[in-house]
């Protein structure tokens, strides 16, 4: 029998949200132990559901869940939360061993007080407690920005590769194999990362469209090289400012390092020669809302990068909103967060009138309050079920108290409790809204809400918006990435 252990955290640390990750938080969010842990993730899509799957397709194999938290991106992880949660990874796997391999479902863009590599931090401790023989495997997120401290010490590092996120199970599961395979001496993995001086605009990094898709096409290719275990496209996570923010490539062969090297060149040469389509903006705010008010028939989807909860947003911001209202745009439908008005729409109950200003409370970047009069159409819980493909393969949401709202000038509005993507209609359908009957759907994301909105949208069109998930890069002050990056500085050589 071979014994597998999985434990870990799920983090994308934006660290120009003005919202820490702390410790009540995680807390809030949940830490699962053991069978909680199959019985959130193991019917999902997720990462931990292809560990989990390595069970069924090989009785010879137990793989063993010991500790797991996710927490919405958010600010980094402050350093309370982040010893808690590396102390109880580290003290599980050391106190239920010992272990023939372990799996991490780790997301490769957590940041935190003071590890400013946190993914890299946690694979360091375990591989020092379970010293340098047990094979160590790591499933990564896409949006990862990956250090050499990520690779070096595992023996299989594997990345979601779509945007949205549709193949986190797969993807999880070729590590779990190729763990599997090299404990019993079948293979001896070699990994190569590739760090480019490149970064991805945030519009540009959906693997269904071009550039993404020719990249990902380079990418198959390579992989196709006799011996090639796995091939990674690594988009990067331009919000965490670290060191190794930007993209990169992770090639693993079968003991030959020459090889891994030569595939992970040949894809971030690839990225380089394609820097420029990487690189293009969204459309201004008043623009995208006059093509949709144009449009002959909707839905038609604007995506809210600027607040792009998925990516660490506040889920309050209130930009498109406010320059619908100024250019007479109506029939929009949009989330918000804002748990105070929440509790006035329960006081107010359904059928209640309201007036009140939602929205735009979390900081000065996601716009001001806007102010309305309005009537509340129906009020749950928040939690609700997608059974369809989500960003991610996650399945149950919890988007706390929530309210629906009708303004008398014409917006139809859900209030959450908590921030909240877009990444299921179920968030308006278990609130009596159809989102096929609107005209304009806002929708928090860049790429977590496609699944749920491309099988509706008759367009989609992604805003050049404000806030801290702003596609527009050069607004933020850095301290900690590398210099140079293109396109943040645009003479950027590569040689
Ligand atoms: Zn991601």
Known sequence: MIRIATAGFLHESNTFSSIPASLDLWERSGVLEGDAIRKEYASSQSTLAGFLALEQEDPQVQVVPLVFSRLTPMGAITEEAIEYLMQRVVDAIRDNGPWDGILLPQHGAAVSIPFLDADGELLRRVRALVGPTVPIGMALDMHGNVSPEMV??????????????IDARAQALLCGRLLVRTIRGEIRPRMALATPPLVVNILNQGTNDKPMSDLLAVADAQGKRPGVLSVSVVEGYPY????????????????????????????????WDLRDALNQGGT??????????????????????????????????????QAARRLGVRNLLQALCDPQVVMQCQAAGIGGRITASVGGKSDHLHGVPFPIEATVTALSDGR???????????????????????TDD???????????????????????????????IVAKGVHSPRPAM?????????????????????????????????????ETVWP
């Open 240 to 271: 965490a400012d670290v060191p190794e923010m930007g993209m990169s490539f992770i090639a693993v062969t079968d003991n030959d390092q020459s090889l891994a090297d030569d595939v992970a060149q040949t894809l971030a040469r690839a990225a």
């Open 410 to 440: 014409g917006y139809t509005l859900v209030l959450t409790s908590r921030a909240a993507g877009s990444s299921s209609l179920q968030q308006f359908r278990t609130l009596g809204i159809e989102p096929l009957n609107m005209k304009i």
């Open 152 to 165: 070096v010490p595992a023996d299989v590092v594997t990345v979601y590769q779509t945007n949205p996120h």
């Open 384 to 406: 609700y079920e997608e059974t369809g493909p989500t960003h991610g393969g996650f399945r149950f949401f919890n988007d706390g108290a929530s309210a629906a709202l009708r």
């Open 454 to 490: 491309e099988p509706i949208a008759r367009q989609m069109i992604w805003v050049a918006s404000p806030g801290v998930t702003t596609a527009d890069l050069s607004t933020f002050t850095y301290q900690h990435r590398r210099v140079p990056l293109y396109p943040l500085e645009p």
């Open 284 to 321: 201004p705010i008043d623009g995208a809302l006059r093509q949709a008010d144009a449009a002959p028939a909707g839905p038609v989807v604007l995506f809210d990068v600027g607040d792009n909860v998925g990516g660490g947003s506040p889920g309050d911001s209130t930009h498109i909103l």
